[in-house]
């Protein structure tokens, strides 16, 4: 995709996620404060220790993950490119006494001074708002630190091509090889606050990037396959049944430089 076109489309999805932002709040600072974690133990195996390592967290939403980070001990920066997400994640932040930074960005085009990182991170609904994988996994290999890993989890893409009839029964609502999708045929793939207030009436563009196209980018990129892992997730495929438990809805990737 041309420069031009990923510019643009960062700007439009920009001012649709700054439409959905003040509706999103993430887990309560409670949460956090009574011991509660934002990285699942897969995550964290994944991951390993990040006690004085320096995280980034891309498309960091109100930061939840990122508060986790830092709790365990790291120095955490945060990027989103909706200024109310990181409002939110700064306010929970300073609640809990804990220090992250939150910096208003584009994962796409990182300040220079964003990098030496030990740990990148992006969970789940960051990777479809990438326009341009190949440049985005270049560039974070950039940012990280010899001996460093970056971890991608998230919403496996076969899950997001698949829409549930009932039980034992489902359709294909999307493209796995097509990238580009503009809004979707199954609601249940657009982000769940939407479902809530509604999608709000700007243009905007999301990505199924297929795991080949994972893999093969990230080893572009010349980091190393470390770990590739997929996990079925039953709320995942509402109304499918047990059948639910024999499909991949997330995947967890790990890989280093």
Known sequence: MSESRVSEVVRQNSEY??????????EPVEFFSSGGSALTDDELAAIGDVRGRRVLQLA?????????????GAEVTAVDI?????????????????DVRFVLQDMMTLDAEITGFDVI?????GLCW???LTDW?????????????VVISEHHPLWEILTVRGDN????????????????????????????IGTPDVPHRSFVWGISSIVTAVLTAGLTLRSLQEFPIEE?????????????ATYLLAAGR
């Open 137 to 149: 996994t270049r560039m974070v290999a950039s940012r990280l630190n010899a001996g460093g890993v």
């Open 60 to 72: 960091c939403s109100v930061g939840d993950e990122a508060l986790t980070f830092a709790q365990l």
């Open 169 to 196: 029964a489902l359709s294909v609502s999307g493209d796995y090889f097509g990238t580009e999708r503009d809004g979707y045929d199954d609601p249940l793939k657009a982000p769940e606050i939407t479902r809530t």
């Open 236 to 248: 995942m495929y509402p109304g499918l049944g047990e059948q639910s438990m024999s499909i991949p």
């Open 17 to 26: 996620w700054e439409r959905l932002a003040p509706h999103r709040h993430g």
């Open 130 to 132: 990438v326009p341009d």
């Open 82 to 98: 909706a200024p109310s997400h990181l409002a939110t994640g700064q306010a929970k932040a300073e609640a809990l006494g804990v």
């Open 121 to 125: 991170y992006i969970s789940w609904g």
